[in-house]
């Protein structure tokens, strides 16, 4: 049962984890019985109370309390399973061993229909080899105010107008449809159709230096119509 000493006692769980039942029952003005019926309501509610006896023991708030109330939007979800795709698929075992699983669950725990937009997308990431130190070395950072125009054209399929730093570095503006991210780790390019160019090319994130999303949508396009040696060289997540 809510009630407004619980909620307090709450309020002073999240405010640091070293209490103890005497500790609370002071800051509450109740009796130390009172807030050991307070705790096993708590735990009856579900709530992650964690309690230990002896020196440095004490009650607090386990870390996972509030994640059940997490809420994530449409774009964040398909952006945090991608996300989890990719280092899955890149990263070392020792932090990715559980990856696969906690993805899973988190799919699971979709809609139908956004289980298969997270489908379509892994289609539309593709993964390589690893960047040669050479390229390694000379690739910049993603401003991140290009990053999230670049992300929101991907995800809505709608063209995307930026300006681009080639190699020799001449800067041109062009609109382009993103079909498709390729990731030779840590290195980003998209592969895009330039309708300035009508033709298929690649560009790499690092060098575009401004970027805005056009209200045109576009039909994807076979990546290896863009790309024809594209299974050569990269695999889908």
């Known amino acids: 049962m809510r009630s407004e000493t619980g909620e ?3 309020g002073l769980l999240r405010s640091r984890d070293d209490w103890t039942a005497p500790s609370l029952a002071h800051e509450l003005g109740v009796s130390v019985r009172t807030v050991h019926r307070l705790l096993a309501e708590f735990k009856e509610r579900g709530l992650p109370i964690e309690a230990s006896r002896g020196a440095g023991g004490g009650i607090r708030l386990g870390w996972t ?3 059940d109330g997490l809420r994530l939007g449409h774009r964040d979800t398909l952006q945090v399973l991608l996300a989890l795709a990719v280092a899955e698929r890149v990263g070392g075992p020792l932090m990715t061993a559980r990856l696969p699983a906690v993805r899973q669950r988190l799919g699971l725990a979709l809609p139908q229909q956004q289980r298969s937009a997270v489908s379509r997308l892994r289609r539309r990431v593709l993964v390589g080899a690893s960047a040669s130190p050479a390229v390694a070395s000379k690739y910049g950072s993603i ?3 290009i990053a999230v125009r ?3 054209a991907f995800l809505a399929q709608r063209a995307l107008r930026i300006a681009y730093r080639d190699g020799s570095g001449a800067t041109s503006a062009r609109k382009v449809e993103p079909h498709y991210l390729l990731f030779n780790p840590p290195c980003w390019y998209l592969l895009a159709w330039d309708s ?3 033709a298929a090319r690649h560009f790499r994130l690092d060098r575009l ?3 805005g999303v056009a209200e045109e949508p576009f039909t994807l396009r076979p990546s ?3 790309m024809p040696d594209v299974d050569t060289f990269f695999d889908g997540l």
Do not use: F, N, V, W
């Open 8 to 10: 307090r006692a709450l």
């Open 143 to 145: 401003k991140p105010s």
């Open 65 to 67: 309390y509030g994640l």
């Open 150 to 152: 670049i992300q929101e």
């Open 196 to 198: 300035g160019k009508d």
């Open 224 to 226: 290896k119509q863009l």
């Open 209 to 211: 230096t401004d970027a």
